[in-house]
T-cell receptor, first 112, second 111 residues
């Protein structure tokens, strides 16, 4: 247990569906992140939130919409995804500016 | 962001010591060196972090020479459960939270 939880752990969705991924951290951190990890590829940073404010959007398509209502919760809203979006989506948290990030277990997403 | 280079894969046997070296020639003064471990379909797990010389915890040791252009993660007496991908990252302390993960080193431990 890293103190970062993600739900659901597995998700299958069609290209016309709308779904949301949830991340919660119990570490008192104030920065949260979304990463994407495709098969046999390095982790790709998607979004960074510091104190609920988005500070980084790494050229992510608009079909991925993040939401950070407070420093402990982070969502990733998904709509009209493509099969190539199938991947492991990882959430992480850290102290602001901290170089050590703590990762959740990830959500394995399959887009049909 | 400092670029890191590490071997793509390594093989070992149970009970052996494994040393994984990472090169980071353009490391900056304020950069720390951090190692993560990742099992399949799981998030990376923080292993150890250091700035210079040697750091040791209950899991591993990290050796950093004086010039800091490389670092070596040492895993004592590995077991089958240490089979994983190990990532070396260099990150700016206190100001940067953009971690760049490379392809890491796939360690395979056999009986």
């Amino acid at each position: 247990e890293t103190g970062v939880t993600q739900t659901p752990r597995h998700l299958v969705m069609g290209m016309t569906n709308k779904k949301s991924l949830k991340c919660e951290q119990h570490l008192g951190h104030n920065a949260m992140y979304w990463y994407k990890q495709s098969a046999k590829k390095p982790l790709e940073l998607m979004f960074v939130y510091n104190f609920k404010e988005q500070t980084e959007n790494n050229s992510v398509p608009s079909r991925f919409s993040p939401e950070c209502p407070n420093s402990s919760h982070l969502f990733l809203h998904l709509h009209t995804l493509q099969p190539e979006d199938s991947a492991l989506y990882l959430c992480a948290s850290s102290l602001l500016g901290g170089e050590t990030q703590y990762f959740g277990p990830g959500t394995r997403l399959l887009v049909l | 962001l400092a670029k890191t280079t590490q071997p793509i894969s390594m093989d070992s046997y149970e009970g052996q010591e494994v040393n994984i070296t990472c090169s980071h020639n353009n490391i900056a003064t304020n950069d720390y060196i951090t190692w993560y471990q990742q099992f399949p379909s799981q998030g990376p797990r923080f292993i150890i972090q250091g700035y210079k010389t040697k750091v040791t915890n209950e899991v591993a040791s990290l050796f950093i020479p004086a010039d800091r252009k490389s670092s070596t993660l040492s895993l004592p007496r590995v077991s089958l459960s240490d089979t994983a991908v190990y990532y070396c990252l260099v990150a700016y302390a206190g100001g940067g939270n953009k971690l760049t993960f490379g392809t890491g080193t796939q360690l395979k431990v056999e009986l």
